[in-house]
């Protein structure tokens, strides 16, 4: 069993649409939690952190539940601009490694 | 200082050679990381130094692979012997501390392909 579990999707959806990304975790020793976005052949980039109170950063929402392992992705109103893959990130302890999970495919539809 | 730098961005290498990637972190970065990506999965971590240390590798570094950062800065990975399994995505972070909410920041990447 993988450490971070995502479904691989792709999730295609219209434009405008709220779409939401699940994300699973098996260490419970994990501290650190982020959702980094991809782009086709490009590097991961940060998208947010996750906090245990929930956060939000404009269309995006993320939320922790530490009882259940267990993190989610939030967008709302999707734009074109939004396709990419979506890594759900863990660090098991501060400054360590990142664990990503495989990643989920957006694909935004006009 | 534009971020985190790597090199070459694509490397084409027949079997059995030996390859050097160089990855030059963000220059007041003292963390430095070395992870593989392959196609369709999320990058899985290789090794990480903090400063000139060399503190943690995954069973994924073979014997073929090594890893340097002889004067905590830059740093090379190297691969002897290639086999086409190594073909991947190889990507360099870096960070200061444990990256706290900001996370790491990552490279370009250097693209190997093994033939």
């Known amino acids: 069993r993988k450490e971070v579990e995502q479904d691989p999707g792709p999730f295609n959806v219209p434009e405008g649409a709220t779409v939401a990304f699940n994300c699973t975790y098996s260490n419970s020793a994990s501290q650190s939690f982020f959702w980094y976005r991809q782009d086709c052949r490009k590097e991961p980039k940060l998208l947010m952190s996750?906090?245990?109170s929930g956060n939000e950063d404009g269309r995006f929402t993320a939320q922790l539940n530490r009882a259940s392992q267990y993190i989610s992705l939030l967008i709302r109103d999707s734009k074109l601009s939004d396709s990419a893959t979506y890594l759900c990130?863990?660090?098991?302890?501060?400054?360590?490694?990142?664990?990503f999970g495989g990643g989920t495919r957006l694909m935004v539809k006009p | 200082d534009t971020g985190v730098s790597q090199n070459p961005r694509h490397k084409i290498t027949k079997r059995g050679q030996n390859v050097t990637f160089r990855c030059d972190p963000i220059?007041?970065?003292?963390?430095l990381y070395w992870y593989r990506q392959t196609l369709g999965q999320g990058p899985e971590f290789l090794t990480y130094?903090?400063?000139?240390?060399?503190?943690?590798k995954s069973r994924l570094l073979s014997d073929r692979f090594s890893a340097e950062r002889p004067k905590g800065s830059f740093s090379t990975l190297e691969i002897q012997r290639t086999e086409q399994g190594d073909s991947a995505m190889y990507l360099c972070?870096?960070?200061?501390?444990?990256?706290?909410?900001?996370?790491?920041?990552f490279g370009s990447g250097t693209r190997l392909t093994v033939v």
């Open positions: 130094f903090q400063n000139e240390a060399q503190l943690e």
């Open positions: 990130v863990v660090t098991a302890n501060a400054g360590n490694m990142l664990t």
């Open positions: 996750v906090y245990s």
């Open positions: 972070a870096s960070s200061y501390g444990s990256g706290g909410p900001y996370g790491y920041t």
């Open positions: 220059s007041e970065h003292n963390r």
